[in-house]
């Protein structure tokens, strides 16, 4: 059974920085792309941050220079380091893999 659990969300003030991370079972994540997409209230879920198999990585418009994603093999554990948060960056993020493949969500509330 493919699972993937989000952990590392929380409250942090504008200026702060937080690292998510993604716990995958049941999928090798070095084997494929995988991705962070964010929700804030009322707006649609958006792309974040991508890592592929071969580890080129890439990271949205609105977060590019603040957003780093890497991955532990070993561990099989996708993370998302998000620096200088702003109050726009509140939302749930998500972890995915192999399209349609979500984690539960973890809530990321940035305060000015």
């Known amino acids: 059974q493919v699972q993937l659990v989000e952990s590392g969300g929380g409250s942090v003030q504008a200026g702060g920085s937080l690292r998510l991370s993604c716990t995958a079972s049941g999928i090798t994540i070095s084997t494929l792309t995988m991705r962070w997409y964010r929700q804030a209230p009322g707006k649609q879920r958006e792309f974040v941050a991508a890592?592929?198999?071969?580890?080129?990585?890439d990271c949205a418009d609105s977060v590019k220079g603040r957003c780093t994603i890497s991955r532990d093999n070993a561990k099989n554990i996708v993370y998302l380091q998000m620096n200088s948060l702003q109050p726009e960056d509140t939302a749930i993020y998500y972890c995915n893999s192999l399209g349609g493949i979500w984690g539960q969500g973890i809530q990321v509330t940035v305060s000015s």
């Open positions: 890592i592929t198999r071969v580890g080129t990585t």
